[in-house]
Nanobody, 129 residues
Framework: VQLVESGGGLVQPGGSLRLSCAPS????????IGWFRQAPGREREGVAC?????????DYLDSVKGRFSITRDNAKNMVFLQMNDRNPAGTGVYYC??????????????????????WGQGIQVTVSS
């Protein structure tokens, strides 16, 4: 199983960036997908998650609600994280994570991904002027 993140880089405060995740080696439609980030000096946190079915329910970190949007394209086996109105607190390494959708709700997934979840290698996002 591989999860390949792309789209990271440098963005100015207030700007936008879209991350992409391309999972392979798994039955994509059976997996909930989430984005997690590790900021310098801070604990890892779940940013956004999307379910594998049931209308693709989502769950977001409070600080990104209204600014971030997670979507998935099952036809292309892709997941996207649209990040608008960035601020420097959002700097960090962003990871795409997959877990079987039947294991838990998206809320539980975002709070604590399962120990056997699949992780991408991560991609750096820097918010700075």
């Amino acid at each position: 199983v591989q999860l390949v993140e792309s789209g990271g880089g440098l963005v100015q405060p207030g700007g936008s960036l879209r991350l992409s995740c391309a999972p392979s080696g798994l039955n994509f439609r059976d997996y909930a997908i989430g984005w997690f980030r590790q900021a310098p000096g801070r604990e890892r946190e779940g940013v956004a998650c999307i379910s594998h079915n049931n209308g693709y329910s989502t769950d977001y970190l409070d600080s990104v609600k209204g600014r971030f949007s997670i979507t998935r394209d099952n036809a292309k086996n892709m997941v996207f994280l649209q990040m608008n109105d960035r601020n420097p607190a959002g700097t960090g390494v962003y990871y795409c994570v997959a877990t079987p959708g039947l294991y838990s709700t998206v809320q539980a997934f975002r709070a604590r991904p399962a120990s056997d979840a699949y992780w991408g290698q991560g991609i750096q996002v820097t918010v700075s002027s």
